[in-house]
């Protein structure tokens, strides 16, 4: 079963309950202007029967008999006939009926029942000639359709003798009352059209200005799916929430994509670096399978080839260390530390290898309190002292000094070393980038991407017989306080 497209469900949502109430609306609008027509209608036609009743005698009206309507009729029928006839004309009436108590007709101008006749139709208001019997005025509660198919309304007044109602005259509207509901009826269903036409084309509209975004964004998310992690994310989205979503989609993206090519980078990094002690040891193996098949083995020259060896699987296990490293998402604990106390286990680290290599190791930071991962940050720190010493020779200085920019606090390493070439200072950390024969070239990546994490940045100036690596980090916030720095997330 196919899914209901977004732009469909818009439209669906909008039309439907704008067609309920729009329709409801307007039944109950009509309704009430029906209601209203029929009330002025019935009250109009009971002042009229009314009227008839103030124009008529009721003794010469109830003294009428059948014999009076034959031939020609008599004097006093043709002239109250021609009264109610005037009557009817002039208000545009069907009927003027005058009827007594026994609900027989006396004079019927337009039913044509003669003087004594039943009045069948008089059935139908049964409740209302009750109110009019006893007194009052009232018209028919209901719509009654005559023989031509047209809808008519009767209303209904006493006709008093003595102070005594002794017969009804009732009078019937034709249907020419009733043209303001036709003209009611037609002008609500063909604005009921025409808003119907607009509001399904501003409907349309509508949903594609919010699905034609969203449907770009759901082709770049089955481009992503699919690896397309080349292509960026367009987004012609003018809401804030759709451009939110098309910005967070770029990133996520452009996130894939970083993380793929460092991933292809690293593996191909990593197949060139194992190349190299491997084939090493491969070497090295063949010449110590030999040097033992030998009549008599040279136990020494064995015992290099195995030292050879071991150091390749050393160096083997360092790539394969540096290269998890690199590669593991790292968990940032951050809290208070200070800072000459994370040097100070940085320098530590190295001050044998220092010594051994005759160099010396100054120091000098402030007594400032850092934001930071003690563990990662002085992980970082140790791999620059490291390169730094690696870097100088016997009798030069290895300096780590420190400043307080803001609310960044600032750790440099500098040497007395040849310098970085410029060309290698624009690579120096990438992955798997290295200028030594031994190097793993993930070092300073790692380094950076500790320092990172910690909220920091990491940066290298060099010239010849000076080079130095500033690593910034964010101060502590004081007891109560804030820093004058916003903390990294």
């Known amino acids: 079963m196919p899914r209901v497209t977004l732009r469909a469900r818009l439209l669906l949502a909008f039309l439907a309950p704008t067609l309920l109430v729009l329709s409801l609306g307007g039944f109950l609008l009509f309704s009430a202007s029906r209601n209203v027509l029929e009330q002025q209608l019935g ?30 009729g008599s004097r006093t029928f043709r ?8 009557v009817r004309r002039t208000a545009g009436l069907r009927r003027v009926l005058v009827f007594d108590a026994e609900r027989r007709a006396r004079l019927d101008v337009g039913g044509g029942l003669p003087p004594g006749a039943e009045v069948p139709d008089l059935l139908r208001d049964a409740l209302e000639l009750e109110l009019v019997f006893g007194g009052a005025r009232t018209a028919s509660q209901v719509l009654f359709r005559g023989q031509d198919g047209t809808f008519y309304k009767a209303g209904y007044a ?6 005594r109602v002794v017969a009804v005259v009732a ?31 501003a409907a349309v509209l509508s949903a594609r200005a919010v699905s034609r975004p969203l449907e770009v964004l759901v082709r770049s998310a089955q481009q992503i799916g699919r690896g397309d992690l080349a292509t960026p994310v367009a987004s012609t989205a003018s ?20 993380r793929d090519r ?9 197949a060139h670096e194992v190349k190299n002690p491997l084939g ?15 009549p008599t083995p040279d136990l020494a020259e064995a015992r290099a080839h195995l030292g050879r060896i071991r150091r390749e699987l050393d160096y083997l296990g360092r790539i394969v260390d540096d290269f998890l490293a690199f590669a593991r998402e790292q968990k940032v604990s951050r809290a208070p530390v200070e800072l000459r106390r994370f040097v100070a286990g940085a320098v530590a680290h190295l001050q044998g290898e220092a010594e051994g290599r005759g160099v010396a190791l100054a120091v000098e930071v402030p007594d400032v309190t850092v934001d930071a991962d003690e563990s990662l940050v002085t992980s970082a720190l140790v791999n620059l002292v490291k390169n730094a010493v690696q870097a100088s020779s016997r009798g030069q200085t290895v300096s780590l000094s420190g400043r307080v920019e803001g609310g960044v606090a600032v750790v440099e390493v500098r040497d007395e070393g040849p310098g970085i070439p410029p060309d290698v ?26 320092v990172e994490a910690n909220g920091g940045a990491l940066a290298v100036s060099s010239r010849p017989g000076r080079t130095v690596f500033s690593l910034s980090l964010p101060r502590a916030a004081p007891a109560g306080g804030v820093s004058g720095s916003p903390r990294a997330p």
């Open 79 to 86: 002239a109250l006939t021609k009264t109610l006839e005037a």
């Open 171 to 201: 009078v019937e509207g034709n249907a020419a009352f009733f043209g303001p509901l036709d003209d009611l009826r037609r002008a609500f269903l063909g604005l009921l059209a025409v808003t119907l036409v607009l509001l399904a084309a």
């Open 280 to 294: 090493g040891i491969e070497l090295f193996s063949g010449l110590l399978d030999e040097e033992l098949r030998a």
């Open 262 to 270: 460092q991933l292809k980078l690293m593996l191909g990094g990593v």
């Open 43 to 72: 009250q109009a036609l009971a002042d009229v029967a009314a009227s008839v009743a103030s124009q008529l005698s009721a003794e010469r009206v109830l003294a009428l008999t059948a014999e009076d309507a034959r031939d020609e």
């Open 425 to 450: 200072q624009a690579r120096i950390f990438e992955p798997f980038f290295t200028t030594r024969e031994k190097g793993t070239g993930l070092g300073l990546p790692l380094a950076r991407k500790l």
């Open 239 to 258: 809401a804030r929430e759709v451009l939110a979503l098309a910005h967070e989609l770029e990133a996520m993206r452009a996130g894939l994509e970083s």
């Open 158 to 163: 006493p006709l008093l003798q003595d102070g």
